[in-house]
């Protein structure tokens, strides 16, 4: 069976979807690795230039009743393997509601996914019934946070989410960590507000990174360009952060 990391914060904008993308790139160099994109906005399958209209999705796989098995949605690009979201995923609340097995949809489907070693969720700015799939379906939960005034907001209600699928639903459930994002350290309020997380992960009997991710402008030029920083700017600092941080997760 594969790892299964999801990168989930209900907060929008602070760098999931770079976070799950580069992530599931670097590990896709050592081991083969999927990436699910569990985001209606689909900024993951954007930038791995995946189909959307005319291929199957995390629609079909989830939420349409023939429930196509996971193997037959995944999109081989030249970055990496994908299984591409939908606009349509908004659909599922609706879909879903009042389904039993509701919750389980993406567990079942990841029963039947063979021979890989990760997986990588990225995952949409809310806590809504696809979270709740994606964390039931998980090993490990990656809260990327930025270092500014309203970095924490929020943050015990996702606690609180976790630590209910794990008590109900999914008890081998645990954070890896919360990962320092978007880090450009000059304000004293970023280096602040750095020590806040790190207490505030202590309290989640967990720990801040130790690899923190610093800012680069090539990140969104890559982004643009449907590439990989390990691809497209390998020696800039946001990529070698991932490099560095991928290691720290995998470290035992
Ligand atoms: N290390 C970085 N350096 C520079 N820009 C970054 C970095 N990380 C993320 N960004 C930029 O920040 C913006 C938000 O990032 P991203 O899309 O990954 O956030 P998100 O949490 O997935 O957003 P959403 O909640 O909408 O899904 C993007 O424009 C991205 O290019
Ligand atoms: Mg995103």
Redesign the pocket.
């Known amino acids: 069976m594969a790892t299964v990391f999801v990168?989930a914060?209900?907060?929008?904008?602070?760098?999931?979807?770079?976070?799950?993308?580069n992530l599931a790139g670097i590990l896709g160099q050592k081991a083969k690795t999927l990436l699910i994109d569990a985001?209606p906005?689909g900024?993951?399958s954007s930038t791995y230039d995946a189909k959307i209209d005319d291929a199957a999705t995390l629609y079909d796989v989830m939420i349409d009743s023939e429930k196509l098995p996971i193997s037959e949605a995944i999109q081989h690009t030249e970055n990496g393997d994908i299984v591409a979201s939908d606009p349509l995923l908004v659909k599922a609340e609706k879909m879903l509601d009042g389904d039993v097995e509701g919750f389980y949809r993406l567990k079942d489907a990841l029963e039947g996914l063979e021979g890989y070693k990760y997986v990588v969720i990225?995952?949409?700015?809310s806590l809504n019934i696809i979270l709740y799939n994606c964390l039931i379906a998980a090993d490990k939960v990656i809260i990327?946070v930025t270092a500014d005034a309203y970095a924490l907001q929020g943050i015990s209600q996702l606690y609180d989410t976790i630590m209910a699928v794990k008590r109900r639903q999914n008890k081998d459930l645990s954070i890896a960590g919360l990962l320092l994002?978007?880090?450009a350290g000059r304000s004293n309020l970023e280096r602040d507000t750095r020590e806040d997380i790190e207490k505030t992960a202590k309290q989640m009997g967990t720990k801040l990174f130790k690899t923190v991710?610093?800012?680069?402008?090539?990140?969104?030029e890559a982004?643009e360009n449907k590439r990989l920083l390990i691809d497209y700017a390998p020696k800039c600092?946001?990529c070698l952060?991932?490099i560095d941080f991928s290691k720290e997760l995998l470290r035992k």
């Open positions: 990168v914060n209900q907060k929008g904008g602070i760098g999931k979807s770079t976070t799950a993308t985001d906005q900024n993951s990225d995952t949409a700015p990327p994002v978007r880090y991710i610093r800012e680069c402008v090539k990140t969104k982004q600092n946001t952060d991932y």
